[in-house]
């Protein structure tokens, strides 16, 4: 079974977030323990006089989870900006080796471990600008693209997938496609999934729509709703 994968996505707010909690509540469901990092956020908000990631925020909240804050997101910036711009504009040094320890502490406690990445694949993460796909491969993680269903995205998608496979050379697992508003499905969205699927060859691991009842998720709802929407066999087993 795999140990850990990276969460990455083509966009900003394409729903990595969504998909990752979907991932680990159907995961959990079927026994396994998961934990979920997100090394580095930025658009952090002020919570009880702390600043804290939203993303690391509601996956503590929607999974209880127990682990140190500082090792589900060990860099969080306020600025909305990447968050290589935003450690820049800080003075801080994004280090890779720090979040590589503290994953693999979170991965020994886990039988598997989701990252999170920030932005799109391309993203800088570091004061270095160092991407979300650096990161990738220096923690040695298979890589899920997380894309939109709307027009736009085969564009968006392939331009991803080539640059993880041919320039990085990160294992791609496959491909989530996400409906992250309730706008009326087009015709692109009918085509796109089969489109990409044709020009990349890359597996497409799942078509999420729009969940109307986002705003009150929970472990339980959350994993009703991807369950016939995953391909889990990647995980090992299948709905
Ligand atoms: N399938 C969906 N149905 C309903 N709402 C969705 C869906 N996917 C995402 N959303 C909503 O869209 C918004 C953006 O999604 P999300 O936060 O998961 O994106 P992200 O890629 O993680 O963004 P970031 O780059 O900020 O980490 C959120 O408000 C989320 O609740
Ligand atoms: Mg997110």
């Given at each position: 079974m795999i140990k850990g994968v990276f969460i990455a996505g083509t966009d900003t707010e394409v729903g990595k977030t969504f998909v990752t909690a979907g991932i680990a509540a159907g995961l959990m469901k079927k026994g396994f323990s998961v934990g979920i990092m997100k090394p580095v956020a930025s658009g952090a908000v002020n919570k009880n006089g702390k600043l804290i990631s939203e993303d690391a925020d509601f996956y503590h909240r929607i999974f209880?989870?127990?682990?140190?804050y500082n090792l589900i997101n060990p860099y969080c910036f306020k600025?909305?900006?990447a968050p290589g711009v935003a450690a820049r504009l800080e003075g801080v040094s994004v280090r890779f080796d720090d979040i590589k320890e503290k994953y693999y502490k979170l991965l020994d406690q886990y039988d598997i471990l989701l990252v999170e990445g920030a932005g799109?694949?391309?993203?800088?993460?570091?004061?270095?600008?160092?991407t979300n796909a650096d990161l990738a491969q220096e923690l040695g993680l298979p890589i899920i693209i997380v894309s939109r269903?709307?027009?736009?995205t085969i564009n968006h998608t392939l331009l991803s997938l080539a640059y993880a496979q041919n320039v990085k050379r990160l294992q791609v697992l496959g491909v989530i496609v996400n409906q992250?508003?309730?706008?009326k499905s087009t015709l692109a969205e009918k085509t796109n999934c089969e489109i990409i699927k044709e020009m990349?060859?890359?597996?497409?691991l799942g078509v999420i729509p729009y969940c109307k009842f986002v705003k009150d998720i929970n472990m339980e709802s959350l994993n009703n709703f991807f369950l016939d929407r995953i391909d889990w066999s990647i995980f090992g087993y299948t709905s």
């Open positions: 209880n989870l127990d682990d140190d600025a909305v900006l799109g694949l391309l993203s800088p993460l570091s004061e270095k600008l160092a269903s709307a027009i736009g992250e508003n309730d706008r990349s060859g890359a597996d497409l």
